[in-house]
């Protein structure tokens, strides 16, 4: 199964750009939510369901479901480790 990746951003945000960047760069399948513009309800919502506090906030999926890695240095660990 080929990665594939899904990233909630907003686009004030540098590690976000950093992460879609090195998605990009690595070819890898990826998948984009930008909640730039989201309410304070629903950003709250994503950062309680998530267990993650800030953006991005990235999951790969697995063949048994999604995976969370966490932010860009986890995500970025997780290309390169």
Same mark, same amino acid.
């Given at each position: 199964? $080929?990665?594939k990746y899904a990233l909630w951003v907003k686009n004030t945000c540098p590690y976000c750009t950093k992460a879609v960047a090195l998605l990009n760069?690595?070819?890898i399948d990826y998948?984009?939510?930008?909640v730039? $513009?989201?309410s304070d309800t629903r950003i709250k919502a994503l950062k309680e369901s998530t267990a993650h506090?800030?953006?991005p906030i990235c999951y790969e999926f697995t063949s048994i479901g999604p995976k969370k890695i966490g932010g860009f240095e986890e995500?970025?660990?997780h290309l390169n480790g």
């Amino acid at each position: 199964m $080929d990665r594939k990746y899904a990233l909630w951003v907003k686009n004030t945000c540098p590690y976000c750009t950093k992460a879609v960047a090195l998605l990009n760069d690595k070819k890898i399948d990826y998948v984009v939510w930008d909640v730039t $513009d989201a309410s304070d309800t629903r950003i709250k919502a994503l950062k309680e369901s998530t267990a993650h506090e800030t953006f991005p906030i990235c999951y790969e999926f697995t063949s048994i479901g999604p995976k969370k890695i966490g932010g860009f240095e986890e995500l970025e660990s997780h290309l390169n480790g």
